[in-house]
């Protein structure tokens, strides 16, 4: 088992470019989540699914899209980026299916975005 | 979100030590989580606490649901090197939407 893997792991692009981030689990979990993480900062959460075909906002989902057509991935797009969106941002995923296996959630090693 | 106040925000202790931190909110949860992070990597669950004034350990590690269900402690006993990195407690109702306290960077000296 992997586990949950991100790709990529660190990528540059310059303000207005577009960009996706993916994230693949093998765990079968019913819940999958979008954080970013900034310096000195706890996770802030994006963008979640509870299941496959379905997304829902966070706390901070402005110039964030998601989709999830497939149950093990969960893409993250930026379709303007800005330099306020430099950081990390990890995925998560979780069974969903009754506590406490809801809050059990396992992460990725992050995606280190710079933009310029 | 809802706040979550994280104290201290780093620490550094030597090696045999025993550490506490803590974790407060203004809003009740129904669960309270204490997740690892190294550095470069994503956070790993530690301990998770379901009712108030519960008290779970996981080796070293000991964590109690305040009694208040406002606020949770993490205590790491005899400190060794390999505890180096951050400390986050997270809180939740929904089961799904974790607020994150913004961390307590441990650093241990041989």
């Known amino acids: 088992n992997a586990g949950v893997t991100q790709t990529p792991k660190f990528r540059v692009l310059k303000t207005g470019q577009s960009m996706t981030l993916l994230c693949a689990q093998d765990?079968?979990?019913?819940?999958m989540y979008w954080y970013r993480q900034d310096p000195g900062m706890g996770l802030r959460l994006i963008h979640y699914s509870v299941g496959e075909g379905t997304t829902a906002k966070g706390e901070v989902p402005d110039g964030y899209n998601v989709s999830r057509l497939k149950k093990q991935n969960f893409l993250l797009g930026l379709e303007s980026a800005a330099p306020s969106q430099t950081s990390v941002y990890f995925c998560a995923s979780s069974p969903g299916q009754g506590r406490p296996l809801t809050e059990t959630q396992y992460f990725g090693p992050g995606t280190r975005l710079l933009v310029l | 979100g809802q706040q979550l106040n994280q104290s201290p925000q780093s620490m550094f202790i030597q090696e045999g030590e025993d550490v506490s931190m803590n974790c407060t909110s203004s809003s009740i949860f129904n669960t309270w989580l204490w997740y690892k992070q190294d550095p470069g990597e994503g956070p790993v669950l530690l301990i998770a606490l379901y009712k108030a004034g519960e008290l779970t350990s996981n080796g070293r590690l000991t964590a109690q649901f305040g009694i208040t269900r406002k606020d949770s402690f993490l205590n790491i006993s005899a400190s060794i090197p390999s505890d180096v990195g951050i400390y986050f407690c997270a809180g939740t109702n929904s089961g799904y939407a974790l607020n994150f306290g913004k961390g307590t960077s441990l650093l241990v000296t041989p």
């Open positions: 765990m079968n979990h019913e819940y």
